[in-house]
């Protein structure tokens, strides 16, 4: 069974610092996502990671993947406010997809 | 992008009634769709997975026969809980494309069901 691990579950940051967001999971895939969500709201598509070493940046985010370490990173380069949500991995094993438990952001002035 | 479009975004309902919601792929075909619940401060938890025209697959530990899953058309898929009770109390969340294709999978608004 496919199996997403995400950390740190909160997170608690100050506005400019950087911080990293990881999740590994358990079974081969070259297929992850990267969504966020915001409270009350349905998610919303941040990053599309589809092959080892891939690499996409997004203003202050930049998702990687690293397959064969079944590791994926989702970095924040000088965090403001508007970043505070809860984010999520989530990995496609090929019929089987799961979620990572979530990272609660929390953007403090 | 795709619009997954999920409908109602909020609905409350008696104990014992049956509620339908319903999720459609706007501008695009989606053959399968997916059924997600989430608790407060939880992640998503795949419920199903819809196939139009056919039978839904449903998870461990979820009971079809409470989760009813009707996928008749290529951009239309509806969950219906039947019977529902104070514990089905939640936020689901369809999602179409994506998975398995290496697309990006888009997701509907959402939905909290509230049943008192």
């Known amino acids: 069974e496919l199996k997403v691990e995400q950390n740190p579950l909160f997170l608690s940051m100050q506005e400019g610092k950087n911080y990293t967001i990881y999740c590994n999971y358990s079974?081969?895939?070259?297929?992850l996502y990267w969504y966020r969500q915001d409270p009350g709201k349905s998610l919303e598509s941040l990053f599309v990671?589809?092959?080892?070493?891939a690499v996409k940046q997004e203003g202050r985010l930049m998702a990687s993947l690293d397959t064969k370490a079944r590791l994926s990173t989702l970095h924040i380069t000088a965090a403001v406010h508007d970043l505070s949500a809860t984010y999520f991995c989530?990995?496609?094993?090929?019929?089987?997809?799961?979620f990572g438990a979530g990272t609660r952001l929390t953007v403090k002035p | 992008g795709a619009v997954v479009s999920q409908h109602p975004s909020r609905v409350i309902c008696k104990s014992g009634t049956s509620v339908k919601i319903e999720c459609r792929s706007l501008?695009?075909?989606?053959?399968?769709m997916f059924w997600y619940r989430q608790f407060p401060k939880q992640s998503l938890m795949l419920m199903a997975t819809?196939?139009?025209?056919?039978?839904?697959t449903y998870e461990q530990g979820v009971e079809k026969d409470k989760f009813l899953i009707n996928h008749a058309s290529l951009t239309l898929s509806t969950l219906t809980v039947t019977s529902a009770h104070p514990e089905d109390s939640s936020f689901y969340i369809c999602?179409?494309?994506?998975w398995g294709r290496g697309t990006e999978a888009f997701f509907g608004q959402g939905t909290r069901l509230t049943v008192v």
């Open positions: 079974t081969t895939s070259d297929r």
């Open positions: 990671l589809l092959s080892n070493g």
């Open positions: 819809s196939n139009e025209g056919s039978k839904a």
């Open positions: 999602s179409a494309g994506g």
């Open positions: 989530a990995v496609d094993g090929n019929n089987d997809m799961r």
């Open positions: 501008d695009f075909q989606a053959t399968t």
